[in-house]
């Protein structure tokens, strides 16, 4: 599958340009384009700016303008922060990244262009693109450069991210308990809370039972830790019993 | 409803903090926390950062730890970078402010926690917050602090975002033909076509129509476009009709 280019058009801030090979690097874009940079090239901010994604820096290429820039491109979004009156389709980051996937998977070479800091894109850049691109945000809207190719980059990465919305790692000296390992803990802290007269009065024994062993369901505690709350509960009942209404 | 309070826990850079509050305002999110930040506080670094965000920074509180910065609160999640061998739910950013936009909903106060530059969050910190939330990577894996806020922030936005994936904004001078409109520039556009021999042979005749028409429909025209289109068969066909093969 091809990846989208990232097509930086007259970018000012060699900071910019570095920060934007970074966010691409961390979701896995690598094709950077830049037309007609400020200033000379290789440019020392971006390096800076770029820590390891200096191979990315490295492969960009140079370009005088935008069409020279896309030329080889079948489909092609323009990010812009507002809309510009024109009658063309505006796209959300999450809508166009699912585009820009089924397109490359189909082999189309895709790419995404960023507007300059002082300006964005011109009109007549915009109207190069296929559609456009805005990412939304409060009525307070001030993204540069760099965030707006990290949003653009993350949106990427996770239209095939396959991470589980929530997890909990367990190595392997952290297995689940089996649930007799769970009904020995039961049985032994309400053994001891029964015997400490924690439990009561005798009617509600059966609700104060159910609604700690709903606690402890819900930590969902490790085999360590179980073992672990066992050991809390002998040190914590020891010597205790004496003072116990009985 | 409440709105989570980002706690950056001793930032080190005034950049960072700045582009926390900036990254912040753009997504609806208010609330700067600031445990023991580097240097003097105000911080002119953070100030130029900001930019149109410094009602934020002005509204910062200062914390001497981390235990007081969110004693406040009753949900807490500590972002982190990598896995840190405790058993402790890491969610996605999506996931995460799902939980936080149902718990805010129902009252709850909360907040997010960003550990500094250098080193992340503590184990010590981390232990304090019901989970870890860790943004998503390809094996480069780099985001500073300002970005980290950024992804979460914008993550918070959308999900209460109510902007459509795809929209055309049709204007007060831009607005949709009609069918009749649209089939009368079909119409103009065949009769000139089969005048001029370009529906040859016959027999592809219908097949070729269909094809034109499907294109035209993709565009998705607004009725100025239509007449705009029209304007343009009648300026190509001008004269034309000498030469048609009839």
Same mark, same amino acid.
């Given at each position: 599958m091809t990846v989208p280019a990232v097509v930086l058009s007259h970018p000012q801030l060699g900071e910019n340009i570095g920060a934007a090979a970074r966010a691409m690097k961390n979701f896995g874009l690598r094709d950077l384009r830049l037309v007609n *940079?400020? !200033? #000379?090239? *290789?440019n020392s901010k971006a390096q800076a700016m770029a820590v390891g994604a200096a191979d990315l820096l490295e492969g960009a290429r140079l370009f005088a303008d935008l069409k020279s820039g896309i030329g080889d491109l079948n489909l092609v979004y323009a990010t812009t922060a /507002?809309? /510009? !009156?024109?009658?063309k389709e505006v796209l959300t980051p999450k809508e166009a990244v699912r585009r820009l996937r089924l397109a490359s998977a189909r082999g189309a070479t895709c790419g995404i262009v960023f507007g300059n800091e /002082? #300006? !964005?894109?011109e009109n007549d850049e915009i109207s190069l693109a296929d559609a456009v691109v805005t990412i939304p945000t409060s009525d307070f809207s001030s993204i540069n450069l760099g965030q707006a190719v990290l949003l653009v980059a993350y949106e990427w990465f996770l239209s095939a991210d396959q991470t589980p919305a929530a997890r909990i790692e367990h190595g392997p000296v952290h297995r689940m308990p089996t649930r007799t390992e769970l009904f020995q803990l039961f049985e032994h802290l309400e053994r001891e809370l029964l015997e400490s007269g924690f439990l009561f009065p005798p009617d509600k024994r059966g609700a104060m039972i159910r609604a700690i062993r709903a606690s402890v369901h819900r930590a969902r505690l490790t085999y360590q830790e179980v073992q672990t709350l066992r050991g809390m509960i002998v040190a914590l009942s020891k010597g205790k019993h004496r003072v116990t209404r009985t």
């Open positions: *940079p400020r !200033g #000379a090239w *290789p /507002r809309e /510009r !009156g024109v009658t /002082r #300006a !964005g894109l």
